[in-house]
């Protein structure tokens, strides 16, 4: 019988042993210092309201979102607080799938958002304007 080893939403391996306080330092030490407060006012709040979400569901959460970029995790994480999902139960998984999303879609998203908004005006140079309506006016 086949048993997959590791998982596909984040590749954490199942059957290896992990020191997880260990493993969730080194994970946190490459991270900048806002995005390791926001990771840990988080996972605070996560694992306090959420009785089924421990160390381990952080240690795996931080595992599935090591390849990120620190500012799709903290825009992710303010996303978080503000649906207030801690409160209808939404833990690590969830959060993770918002990081992981917005990372696999920032691409387009930026495109997308530059044609809603358009381009910016041109720059126009203040004195060859007024010598433009200089010329062109009728003196009297």
Known sequence: MYQKNSCPACGYKLNQKYNISLSINNLLKVRSKKAVKYLNKAAIEITRKIPSENRVTYFQFLFGIKNVKNEIIIWAIEQYYQGKYSNTGKGFSYLRKIIQNRNENIDMISKNERQMIGS??????????????HKGRKTI
Not at 120 to 133: G, L, M, S, W
């Open 120 to 133: 910016t005006p041109p720059v126009i140079n203040i004195e060859e304007e007024e010598e433009f309506t």
